[in-house]
């Protein structure tokens, strides 16, 4: 009886033996069309109010204390921010209206300095390849370093009560006057002082042709005008720039004779 009867043990490895290619072959996937992985469809018109939306965003950033500037001058062409009649306090716009002329002025000088440099070089000047291209640094360069360098620097130091803005203003500011009485004069330094369309130029190309040294007295009277009203407002920024305080607080003991409260 024990013989006819065999328990199968469950544990025992049962090996089947599979034949691979018995299987049938699979059915290849149908070709994808060219523009399978390119095709990102039918655009998708979702309502979106972008005029809403970044009024929205602009307002969020005023509550977080982060001032907008649109740009909005000049009017043409918006590439800055200026609002002197609302950004700037009463008793500086006065100022502040004059040392935005100085930019205008200082643009207006460099343009026709150029004029007259290209002038000189269709005279038949042997530099003239030389002091054109530095005419063109002067206004490329000159130009967004003024704005950037000084004029931007007052505004918000007017707006704000910036000692350090007032500091970066007087030391770039002082440079911009040292160029313009520069320029203004134009000594003959190899051929950088022909570069300018100063008094000492005026003369030497008179002789040449009168016409245009007529235009380099124009700029020689552009720059000393420029110098000039530059300095003004050098002098009314730093008389209102001690007599707010500001001075003091820019001094090394500045801190130690700061009130405890």
Not at 25 to 49: C, H, K, S
Not at 176 to 203: E, K
Not at 224 to 253: H, N, T
Request: aromatic share 18%; charged share 20%.
């Amino acid at each position: 009886m024990a013989g006819k009867w065999r328990q199968d043990n469950p544990f025992e490895e049962v090996e089947i033996e599979v034949n691979p290619f018995s299987h049938p072959r699979p059915t290849p996937l149908p070709p994808e069309p060219v523009n399978f992985y390119n095709d990102i469809g039918a655009p998708v018109n979702m309502p979106f109010d972008t005029k809403k939306e970044i009024k929205r965003r602009e307002e969020a950033l005023e509550r977080a204390g982060v001032r907008i500037e649109p740009k909005n001058w000049p009017p043409f062409f918006p590439v800055i921010h200026v609002d002197i009649s609302n950004d700037i306090p009463v008793q500086l716009q006065r100022v502040q209206y004059v040392a935005f002329a100085s930019l205008l002025g200082l643009i207006i000088c460099l343009f026709w300095n150029f004029i007259c440099v290209t002038s000189d070089w269709i005279l038949g000047d042997t530099d003239g390849p030389k002091i054109w291209f530095l005419a063109i640094i002067y206004f490329v360069t000159g130009v967004p370093g003024a704005y950037y360098c000084w004029y931007r620097p007052l505004y918000r130091a007017m707006r704000k009560e910036s000692a350090f803005r007032y500091g970066w203003f007087f030391m770039f500011y002082f440079f911009h006057i040292c160029f313009c009485v520069f320029a203004s004069v134009a000594p003959s330094i190899l051929f950088v002082g022909r570069s300018l369309a100063g008094m000492f130029q005026a003369l030497s190309v008179i002789g040449h042709s009168f016409t245009v040294g007529i235009f380099y007295f124009i700029g020689f009277t552009l720059f000393a005008l420029e110098a000039l009203l530059s300095i003004w407002v050098m002098q009314k920024v730093y008389c209102y720039f001690r007599g707010s305080g500001k001075e003091a607080e820019m001094r090394p003991d500045a801190a130690s004779r700061r009130p405890p409260f």
